[in-house]
Antibody, heavy 114, light 110 residues
Framework: EVQLVESGGGLVKPGGSLRLSCAGS????????MNWVRQAPGKGLEWVSM????????YYADSGRGRFTISRDNARNSLYLQMDRLRVEDTAVYYC???????WGQGTLVTVSS | QSVLTQPPSISAAPGQTITISCSGS????????VSWYQQLPGTSPKVLIY???KRPSGIPDRFSGSKSGTSATLGIAGLQTGDEADYYC???????????FGGGTKLTVL
């Protein structure tokens, strides 16, 4: 069974940093592109970033480009999102999702507030 | 403002059949596969339809997908109260190199 488990969310002040993690299991992690998607409270889905299976390519939404960095460790079956210079509008549940977004984790809540 | 356009809400009675539309452009829907996601309250999104019209195992055939040009449609037959949820369409956008979603449609079964 495919499982994706996010962690690392929490409360952070504007301008602060946070690193999210996603642990994958039940599939060959190193064979799949991986994504981060977020959902602000009461709002819709917003794709954040994608990394190719071998880390050769990374893509970012405009909202996070220059502030967020996606990375992965295939030996640890793990995906990461380093978020710097956080803003109040980054407050959301952050989901990791496999490949073509066919499997999603349960999400981790990031709250940016003073 | 979402790249893909969906109606914000729809309501229908149990047993009825509804469709949810998703409108995009040649850079996304027309040239890439569309997926549909169901998000029940307090849960993460779940794929109902992928590759325009395929259903993952375990998804009942009451759910169907179709696509024509720059638009896609989700159909739900024999509505049940358990179908009350938010529904999103999503696809890859080649001009933005990004996954894009519709704004979501809140389905109420009354």
């Amino acid at each position: 069974e495919v499982q994706l488990v996010e962690s690392g969310g929490g409360l952070v002040k504007p301008g602060g940093s946070l690193r999210l993690s996603c642990a994958g299991s039940g599939f060959t992690f190193s064979s799949y592109n991986m994504n981060w998607v977020r959902q602000a409270p009461g709002k819709g889905l917003e794709w954040v970033s994608m990394i190719s299976y071998s880390s050769s390519y990374t893509y970012y939404a405009d909202s996070g480009r220059g502030r967020f960095t996606i990375s992965r460790d295939n030996a640890r079956n793990s995906l990461y999102l380093q978020m710097d210079r956080l803003r109040v509008e980054d407050t959301a549940v952050y989901y990791c999702a496999r490949g073509g977004l066919e499997h999603w984790g349960q999400g981790t809540l990031v709250t940016v507030s003073s | 403002q979402s790249v893909l356009t969906q109606p914000p809400s729809i309501s229908a009675a149990p047993g009825q059949t509804i469709t949810i539309s998703c409108s995009g452009s040649s850079s996304n829907i027309e040239n890439n596969f569309v997926s549909w996601y169901q998000q029940l309250p307090g849960t993460s999104p779940k794929v109902l339809i992928y590759d325009d019209k395929k259903r993952p195992s375990g998804i009942p055939d009451r759910f169907s997908g179709s696509k024509s040009g720059t638009s896609a449609t989700l159909g739900i037959a024999g509505l049940q109260t358990g179908d009350e949820a938010d529904y999103y369409c999503g696809t890859w956008d080649g001009s933005q190199s990004a996954w894009v979603f519709g704004g979501g449609t809140k389905l109420t079964v009354l």
